[in-house]
């Protein structure tokens, strides 16, 4: 599985970016993709996940109602809709799949075999 993350920029505070994350390769039936984001500094954070099969999500519960995670099943396709950004907001974002991750395990970077390239955002205040 290849994936290639999109989307990222300049938003100012309260304003909202769609990221994207692109698969190739095989679909993704079956797996769970998730979305990550690290900033300078600091370790790779948990941002939401969801199954391919179902559409069922799970989100940090601090991120929880200003993003959206979403996927086209046609597209092979992930999405990760951010609203009311704010500067904390700010940092490279990752998408992953993975096969074998449960509920659980879902928020660890560990669980997920593949990884994008990762894509960069920036909130200015």
């Known amino acids: 599985v290849q994936l290639q993350a999109s989307g990222g920029g300049l938003v100012q505070a309260g304003g909202s970016l769609r990221l994207s994350c692109a698969a190739s390769g095989r679909t993704l039936r079956g797996y769970i993709m998730g979305w990550f984001r690290q900033a300078p500094g600091k370790e790779r954070e948990f941002v939401a996940a969801i199954r391919w099969n179902g559409g069922n999500a799970n989100y940090k519960e601090s991120m929880r109602g200003r993003f959206t995670i979403s996927r086209d099943i046609v597209q092979n396709t992930g999405y990760l809709q951010m609203d009311s950004l704010t500067p904390e907001d700010t940092a490279a974002y990752y998408c992953?799949?993975?096969?074998?991750?449960?509920?659980?395990?879902?928020?660890?970077?560990?669980?997920?075999?593949?990884w994008g390239q990762g894509t960069q955002v920036t909130v200015s205040s």
């Open positions: 992953a799949a993975t096969s074998r991750a449960i509920t659980s395990t879902l928020g660890l970077p560990s669980s997920y075999d593949y």
